[in-house]
């Protein structure tokens, strides 16, 4: 159960996180849920009338619980009439699923190809790549934890997520692909030689596990405490990486 200062802390968070994201990324476009109703009768691009809803739908499923949330209530905060909204979503679980598609499927280390191994006697490139793709992961990474949505989606995911398993099957199914996926390529990598084998190759959520502890450090711990943590983690989750995956040069 979360202690009962729980929510208090999440919002002092995003009120936190949303200024210092605007300050560090003011071109990206992160930014919290909408504290307030949108203006009706706005012309959008498809895809930013999508998150539109979406951060609306974000705010009113944190708010009352999805249960007690209404597609009315979304719409409307939305700046839409309920067959607008209709037109994107056709039920509250499809707003739910797409709210988990967009914040919480994993960043990946690698994309569609193992990294290459090194050739002989020169493992220097190899290595250098190899930091250059660990630090574009942390990078994505890190920046998520800025932003309060993903915070918010990841909160209303352990609160409401296990009354709604059937929701949630089309999430944990992309999730799932994209892990083993992943999986694949280091067990590849790992056969070539392009990295070692070791307890990150073995599974690889374990290559995520940091972000999550972050993300937990987010809600549960005051800002200072985590203004003063995150980059420490960031920083031993990096030296965890470059230890561990490059192949040991003997």
Known sequence: MAPPNFSSRINRHAEHAALESARRWPAAGRR????GRQPRNRRLPAHERRDQILDAALHEFSERGFGAARMDDIAARAGL???????HF???????????????????L???RPPERAPQGDARQPQAALADLVDGFLDRAYAR?????????LHLLIAEGPRMPDVLGGWRDNHLRL??????LMRRAVESG????????????????????????RMLQDDEHVRAVLPRLRA????????????DPA
């Open 81 to 87: 009439s309920k067959g607008g909204l209709y037109a």
């Open 145 to 153: 934890l800025e932003d309060d949505r993903f915070i918010r989606t």
């Open 110 to 112: 690698f994309g569609e």
């Open 179 to 184: 892990l083993q996926s992943q999986q694949a």
């Open 90 to 108: 056709e039920s509250k679980d499809a707003v739910f699923q797409a709210l988990m598609q967009r914040m919480l499927l994993p960043d990946l």
């Open 236 to 247: 031993a989750h990096r030296r965890l990486l470059l230890e561990l995956l490059p192949p």
């Open 194 to 217: 392009a990295l070692r084998d070791s307890a990150l190759t073995d599974m690889v959520q374990l290559i995520h596990a940091p972000v999550l502890l972050g993300a937990v450090l």
């Open 32 to 35: 919290a849920a909408p504290a």
